[in-house]
């Protein structure tokens, strides 16, 4: 089985590396600007792109060290009809063009098992980026988790058994807006925001004390306007892809995992 993977962060090294353990897997690796292959881009049975949504014309990844970009719509030619892709989501019109070559069109995200791998190891990487950057560290720090998915509970459920004071959070379809108690906002050392939607805007910023900062874990269009903050002097930490940051090898592992998982089961999503 020929597998090819294409773009994505230090993670997708360690997935690689793990997936070509395997008995009769072939595997060939382009990211980061490596010159794994350069030109035509192989055929493959298995296509593994970046852990984020794609769509239409995305750049998925760079072929060569000179950083040719390679879009989407070229990346899925090279998957033989039969075969399988995994990726974050894809769009619908992407999913059925695949189908229609009996192409197995698997999400990163749909996968619970890989899901709350992720959610642990991100927040294992925010309390990191928290230790380094609070003066308390995370187990005297008071943190404020805005949101109610699976990061936010883990990050709750990680700073509180390091000693941290521990208050989260979330909207609700009552209370989509205006959900922030201003005396939880003026209390925190640090605000963690996990919602990828626009709720911590100038009216909650005004709220922060002197010295605490923001860290914002969500995808776009994220939680906080850092514009505002920044214009207020307000530090704004803006951590994306936290576990092929700071963990690689094990969020590798899990991409592997999930890939191993799905080809013996033989299912598309």
């Given at each position: 089985m020929n597998i090819l993977i294409i773009g994505g962060d230090a993670r997708q090294i360690y997935?690689?590396?793990?997936?070509?353990?395997?008995?009769?897997?072939?595997?060939?690796?382009?990211?980061l600007g490596t010159d794994a292959f350069?030109?035509?881009?192989p055929q493959c049975d298995v296509l593994l792109l970046p852990y984020k949504p794609v769509q239409g014309e995305t750049v998925v990844g760079s072929v060569d060290a000179t950083g040719g970009e390679v879009y989407l719509s070229d990346a899925l030619k090279c998957v033989k009809d039969g075969g399988a892709v995994f990726?974050?989501?894809m769009d619908d019109e992407t999913v059925n063009s695949l189908?229609?070559?009996?192409?197995?069109?698997?999400?990163?995200?749909?996968?619970?098992?890989?899901?709350?791998?992720?959610?642990r190891l991100t927040a294992e990487g925010a309390s990191q980026i928290i230790t380094k950057n609070a003066p308390s560290g995370v187990s005297g720090s008071q943190i404020l988790i805005l949101g109610k998915g699976r990061v936010a509970k883990a990050c709750a459920e990680l700073f509180g058994n390091m000693g941290a004071g521990v208050t989260i959070v979330a909207r609700s379809k009552e209370h989509p807006t205006d959900f922030i108690d201003p005396k939880a906002i003026a209390e925190a050392d640090v605000i963690v925001n996990t919602i990828p939607a626009r709720i911590f805007s100038e009216k909650e910023l005004m709220h922060m004390k002197k010295g605490s900062f923001i860290l914002e874990l969500a995808s776009k269009p994220y939680g906080i306007d850092f514009d505002k903050a920044r214009e207020m002097g307000i530090p704004a930490i803006l951590?994306?892809?936290?576990?092929?940051?700071?963990?690689?090898?094990?969020?590798?592992?899990?991409?592997?995992?999930?890939?191993?998982?799905?080809?013996?089961?033989?299912?598309?999503?």
């Open positions: 997935c690689a590396g793990r997936l070509a353990l395997e008995p009769g897997m072939s595997v060939r690796h382009a990211a350069s030109g035509e881009i990726a974050g989501k189908k229609a070559r009996k192409i197995a069109a698997h999400n990163w995200f749909s996968d619970e098992a890989l899901t709350l791998a992720n959610a951590a994306s892809g936290v576990p092929g940051k700071y963990t690689p090898e094990e969020a590798g592992r899990a991409l592997a995992e999930s890939v191993l998982r799905h080809l013996k089961e033989g299912d598309g999503s």
